[in-house]
């Protein structure tokens, strides 16, 4: 009797614990799916967004280029003196001899304006590299106008009514004929990459932003990793635990939270308005980015530091090391990957920060390339917020089309970062 009652209360416990298994795998099936739909859902947005990007970026890595036949008349164009030839002239009488049916002032004008404002300097160029060609008729390339050029792209709908295109029905009649005659096409814009900033679209470029951008990281990693390594080698092997190293450490991990505009206040009111440094420069933005990035250097190198197996410090001490030959010969190494990583990962996040630069000024337009790090200058993130600002067309085109670069540097560096640390960790 005792059996069978030990018996169906043995099979009660166990159909008990097979209720409980079921219901605990259904909740880890459950949670399993939850984590997975998030994962799917998270990656269904960023896609969204990179293929948002590539759309409209995409195109301005091409630029419309019109073919013109000018006469290099020597009325015109003095050999001695090419720089102070009428090249504008030249260019609107091949524009003319292509539509010999404009006559009007008006229509002269949007003749005149299919072409690029800097076409006239492209054919004093062409000139100065063929000068055997003077008094020839010659072919040449130049850009064409940002709203030609956004047509051929497909950015605006002939179908529209004629008042509401940038573009009126004799434009594309005119268009057209170019068309037809083989003198229109499409080809890889190298101006996107070697030009500065520029009022007009078809005329702008990142290269004053790359250089500015690069001229910032280089003084930003000067500073901040020196800097933050050393700190956090003290903090971690040489400062004594009391209050104040607590109190230290507390705020450091309170900067790392800190939003990066403050630190744009701060340099604002620091390095601009009482150490008077240059406004928009390479040198005032790297001081801003380094004192941004310094705790997440500092908290990363920490971090790596105190992941040393302690058997190692045991070893150096041991041998008859010091503490500072213990630091210098057998922890920093053995650190020296997360380190590397923590500061190319602080590069990168300083390399995308806009609304610091945007307090000490960087907002200012600049056409000029930096030949400095004193010298007026822009960032990459900042030239984007202010081609995304612009209502036009083919400047929104030219901040996606930055976006895609910038977003490749900061692949590249986190790239970097992500091998470094393997190569080093295969050392050790």
């Known amino acids: ?140 390339w130049v850009p064409a106008n940002a709203d030609v050029d956004m047509l051929f792209k497909g950015h605006v709908d002939v179908d529209t009514p004629e008042s509401e295109r940038r573009i009126n029905d004799r434009q594309l009649a005119w268009i057209n004929h170019l068309v037809s005659q083989k003198r229109i096409k499409k080809v890889f814009n190298t101006t996107f990459f070697t030009a500065g900033d520029s009022k007009e679209p078809e005329l702008a470029g990142i290269r004053g932003a790359v250089i500015g951008s690069f001229y910032t990281l280089v003084i930003t990693l000067i500073l901040a990793f020196p800097i933050g390594v050393s700190a956090a080698v003290y903090l971690e092997e040489f400062a004594v635990k009391n209050r104040w190293t607590h109190l230290i450490e507390m705020n450091i991990n309170n900067l790392a939270a800190v939003p990066s505009i403050v630190f744009g206040l701060l340099g604002l009111a620091v390095f601009l308005n009482f150490f008077e440094l240059p406004r928009s420069s390479p040198v005032v933005s790297g001081l801003v980015l380094t004192l941004m990035t310094l705790p997440l250097i500092i908290i990363t190198s920490r971090s790596s530091l105190s992941s040393v197996p302690e058997s190692i410090r045991e070893a150096g001490i041991g041998i008859g090391a010091s503490k500072v030959q213990l630091v210098l010969h057998h922890v920093l190494p053995r650190a020296l990957p997360g380190i590397l990583s923590g500061t190319l990962f602080s590069m990168s996040r300083a390399l995308g920060e806009a609304a610091p630069l945007l307090m000490i000024g960087m907002v200012a337009f600049i056409a000029n390339i930096p030949d400095g790090f004193t010298h007026p200058a822009t960032a990459l993130p900042v030239q984007i917020f202010l081609w995304a600002g612009n209502p036009e067309q083919a400047f929104l085109e030219k901040a996606s089309a930055a976006v895609m670069v910038l977003l490749f540097f900061l692949i590249i560096l986190n790239g970097t970062a992500v091998l470094l640390r393997k190569i080093f960790e295969k050392r050790q």
Do not use: W
């Open 1 to 140: 009797m005792n059996n069978l009652n030990n018996d169906q209360g043995r099979g009660r416990t166990i159909g008990i614990i097979k209720r409980g298994l079921k219901r605990r795998h259904r909740k880890e099936c459950l949670f399993r799916l939850f984590g997975r739909t998030a994962v799917l859902i998270s990656l269904g947005f960023l896609s969204l967004l990179f293929i948002s990007i590539v759309c409209n970026g995409y195109t301005a890595f091409q630029q419309t280029m019109v073919r013109l036949d000018v006469v290099l008349d020597t009325r015109v164009i003095d050999k001695n003196d090419l720089a102070g030839a009428n090249y504008t002239k030249l260019l609107h009488d091949s524009l003319l001899a292509v539509a010999p049916d404009v006559t009007t002032l008006s229509d002269k004008r949007k003749l005149y304006g299919l072409v690029s404002i800097n076409a006239p300097f492209l054919l004093q160029q062409f000139v100065q590299k063929h000068r055997d060609d003077l008094g020839n008729t010659v072919q040449v």
